[in-house]
């Protein structure tokens, strides 16, 4: 928590956030009130009163901490108006936080102050960047829980390279995000990305201090689980258009082309020998092979491991989504890699049980056919996941509503329940 000196405060906002915050904080803070940036009069609010956004005018000295989803936009009026960060306010993100949003604190924070800010909010900590893919999500809950490195280091939490827009590419080209960066952890995104150069592995090392520690780490791909895997979706489509999926399923789209009747469609891909097993120990072993040949420009990989385990469960929702287990097992060899534990030693992490559980990657998924839970004698084989907003908005699918989904989606097929 950012350390106010005054234990006199208000909060900015009459939201659900302000009043969560009201009842955490009352017995740490002298709430004054509230001050509602929309309101046209004083009220009440939690019991509390409220004032409208005048009163800011008068805090004397008291601060005001910033709560909701616009706090981005009030600090950013309050500091075209005149008000001063951290003597008059101060945003939740920088109050509260257990890594540093630096798109956050970069949109508010005036660039002489932003020294001063990150040293602050850093409290003698190291700052690690996490740089890749949509598998970064759980890498970086992970650490967050693992109390030798939360107390040594701290995450400048950037996007993923997809979720990156034009208003969070400012978050790249600023030099206050490597300038104290101690600890890079990366997949190795080439040059070449689709979404620049300036979002690329290269890119980012080039800007870091020469004390900074390098870790690359194994971008997962593994295509074992699924046979029928195509090409990826057009992303607009999948973004704008309830029910796209976003990897082609090969069998299907020969099907469709064909305009086969659904029922001989069904009857045939759901037949739990359709891929034959001599075919699916071939796609396994080719999938790992793939993963060990990924791995010789990196310094944290994990095929060994997939090896010995990666029949006794179905451990991906996508090619490229492991499930949180997976990338826990990566998160313990890049603490053991830094320096943190020794080979002998347990790693834990906080609440571990529910962060297994968590599943960040359950957002998109492939499925997984019969005759591939079949040859791994995974019983119980008769649903997959997939990501809602598939054309009947389910959480949860049989192969067959999989199979009629895909077909009433991408080649008009009527759909009957």
């Known amino acids: 928590m950012f350390s106010i000196s005054d234990k006199k405060i208000y909060l ?46 008068n805090l004397g000295g008291v601060i005001a901490i910033v709560y909701g989803k616009k706090s981005i936009t009030i600090c950013n009026w309050l ?16 109050f509260e936080y257990d ?48 109390s030798r490195f939360s107390s040594e280091f ?11 827009n034009k208003n969070k590419e400012m978050v790249f080209q600023s030099e206050y995000l490597y300038k104290d960066v ?10 070449k ?18 004390k900074c520690r390098i870790v690359k780490v194994i971008n997962l791909w593994f295509e074992g689980y699924f046979p029928q895997h195509g090409e990826k979706v057009d992303s607009e489509v999948v973004c704008h258009i309830p029910g796209a999926f976003c990897w082609q399923d090969i069998n299907l789209e020969r099907m469709g082309e064909r305009k086969e009747n659904i029922e001989e469609i069904l009857s045939v891909v759901k037949n739990d020998d359709y891929y034959p097993a001599e075919f699916l120990q071939k796609n396994f072993e080719t999938a790992l092979k793939n993963l060990r040949e990924r791995e010789n420009v990196v310094d944290i990989g994990i095929s060994e491991y997939l090896a010995d385990i990666c029949k006794k469960e179905v451990l991906f929702y996508s090619v490229n989504h492991p499930k949180n287990i997976v990338i826990k097992e990566i998160i313990r060899r890049v603490l053991r890699y830094i320096g943190l534990y ?12 529910l962060l297994d559980q968590e599943e960040c990657l359950k957002i998109a998924c492939e499925a ?8 791994l004698g995974i019983k119980g084989s008769g649903y997959t996941f997939n990501y809602p907003g598939v054309l009947q908005n389910r959480d949860y699918m049989t192969f067959e509503e999989y199979v009629k989904d895909y077909m009433a989606f991408n080649f008009s097929y009527e759909y009957e329940e």
Not at 193 to 210: I, M
Not at 342 to 353: G, V
Not at 368 to 375: A, E, H, I, L, Q
């Open 154 to 164: 701290i995450i400048y939490d950037i996007p993923p390279i997809h979720a990156v």
């Open 12 to 57: 900015l906002g009459k939201n659900r956030d302000a009043a969560i915050a009201y009842f955490k904080l009352k017995g740490k803070f002298e709430i004054l009130g509230f001050i509602d940036n929309e309101a046209k009069e004083e009220s009440t609010f939690c019991g509390t009163k409220c004032y409208t956004l005048r009163k800011m005018k």
């Open 193 to 210: 990305n689709k979404f620049g150069y300036h979002l690329s592995t290269d890119y980012l090392q080039k800007h870091l201090p020469e």
């Open 342 to 353: 020794n080979e002998t030693e347990i790693i834990e992490f906080k609440h571990e049980l």
């Open 79 to 94: 500091k075209e108006h005149g008000y001063e960060l951290f003597n008059e306010y101060i945003p939740w993100f920088m």
């Open 368 to 375: 997984v056919y019969p005759s591939v839970f079949k040859f």
């Open 99 to 146: 890594c540093i949003d630096f798109y956050s604190v970069l949109s508010v924070t005036p660039p002489d102050k932003m020294d001063f800010v990150l040293e602050r909010m850093r409290k003698g900590r190291k700052a690690v960047l996490i740089h890749g893919n949509c598998q970064t999500s759980p890498m970086k809950l992970y650490l967050k829980k693992n």
């Open 182 to 191: 101690n600890l890079f952890i990366t997949h190795v995104i080439s040059e």
